[in-house]
Structure formats: C-alpha cells, structure tokens
C-alpha cells in the first residue's frame, strides 16, 4: 500500500486561474479531508468528505470546493486564484469506523501563484 | 473556539540532552490532544497521542487539563530526532478535523 498519494508534486499557476488537485486516501480509509499549510505555519483545516458528500469545513472561502469520488478519491478545486493560495495542500485520509480517526498524511501539492 | 499554541518555533539542544516542546491548548470540552512529526523529505506522520498514554521512540507526553498543556519530553535527545513537531486537537465535536499548532523544528546538536 502506497498510502495516501496525491498529485501533481508541484504546480505554478498565475493569479485568476484555477486549479485542481488530487488525492488518493490509503487503502480502507473512506474519509478525506484537505489541510492548507502556508509556509512557516501549520496545516489548516479545509474541508472533510464522506459518502461523496462535504461534512465539515474550515474558515475558507467558497472559492474552495471538493468533490469525492465513489472509489474514495478526491479532488480540491480552487477558484479565481490569489496569491495567498500559495501554500502547500495536504490531502489527509481516515477510517470512520471506532471512536479515533488517526488521520494519515499524503506528501502534498505545492502551489504556487504568480 | 479551539486553538493550539506552540510558543517555540525553533529548539536547539545537544544530543543526549533533555528535550521538552511546548504545547498549550484553549477548548472548553473534552480535546484530544497529538503530537505529529515531519523528518526532513518526508510526510507528515503521528507521533503519539494522549489517549494512548504509550511512550514512542522515547518520547512521552502528559495531559495537563488544568493547565491545559500537553508537552513532548524525551530526557535524552538523539540526532535523529531533529525534525518538525506539531501539537494538535480534535474534539468530541469535530471527529477526525485536526486544529494544529505552529509547529516547533527541533534541532539536535552532535
């Protein structure tokens, strides 16, 4: 099991555009939840998602929104691009299953927009 | 309103030295409370947490409810524990979502 994988490595995107990232959970884990990590801070909550459907969100505007797929992917589209959306995105995956979610981390997406 | 607080960004210590990375938490309920790690080139992983009460390579770490801390120690510091550390929190409310600290880089002098 490769765990989480996330795709692509690094991308360079001009302020305005959009962009999407992909993420795949580690194999038996059925929730998905993106963190954004800006440089010298720690990550910060995005959004979580289960059964395809959003079931909880940060502090981020809608210009985020996700999607998750019936195999358990997921992708996170971000709108209208800023330069404070510069940052590194980490995909996070989890089982729901028992009372303790130990959250297993993919390498992440650097963003940068220029 | 949950929050972490890691007041140290950078920690120097020499090896085999005692190490403490301070973590200090607001929630008013019942928190969780980690500590996850990030080694040079690699992904983020968990360390351990305080429900487990385990001690992991070494290092340990106590829930202090009443001063609402939960500080990584370790009384002898190795090279190889030169990384990032990150306190976080989650909460009987907000199930596998994670609120994190700053982060603290922990550098292990030879």
């Known amino acids: 099991d490769a765990g989480v994988t996330q795709s692509p490595t690094h991308l360079i995107k001009t302020r305005g555009q959009q962009v999407t990232l992909r993420c795949s959970p580690k194999?038996?884990?059925?929730?998905v939840s993106w963190y954004q990590q800006a440089l010298g801070q720690g990550p910060q909550f995005i959004f979580q998602?289960?059964?395809?459907?959003?079931?909880q969100r940060g502090n981020f505007p809608d210009r985020f929104s996700g999607h998750q797929f019936p195999n358990y992917s997921s992708e996170l589209n971000v709108n209208a691009l800023l330069l404070g959306d510069s940052a590194l995105y980490l995909c996070?995956?989890?089982?729901?299953?028992?009372?303790?979610?130990?959250?297993?981390f993919g390498p992440g997406t650097r963003l940068t927009v220029t | 309103a949950q929050r972490v607080t890691q007041p140290e960004k950078l920690l120097s210590v020499f090896k085999g030295a005692p190490v403490e990375l301070k973590c200090n938490y607001s929630?008013?309920?019942?928190?969780?409370l980690f500590w996850y790690v990030q080694y040079s080139r690699q992904r983020l992983q968990l360390l351990l947490r305080h429900i487990s009460r385990e001690s992991i390579k070494g290092f340990t770490a106590d829930l202090n409810k009443g001063e609402t801390s939960f500080h990584l120690k370790k009384p002898f510091a190795q090279e190889e524990d030169s990384a990032m550390y990150y306190c976080?929190?989650?909460?009987?409310?907000?199930?596998?979502?994670?609120?994190f600290g700053e982060g603290t880089q922990l550098t292990v002098n030879p």
């Open positions: 976080a929190l989650t909460s009987e409310t907000s199930g596998s979502r994670l609120t």
């Open positions: 996070a995956s989890s089982e729901t299953s028992g009372s303790y979610y130990e959250q297993y």
């Open positions: 929630y008013s309920g019942s928190p969780e």
């Open positions: 998602y289960y059964e395809e459907e959003e079931r």
């Open positions: 194999s038996g884990h059925d929730t």
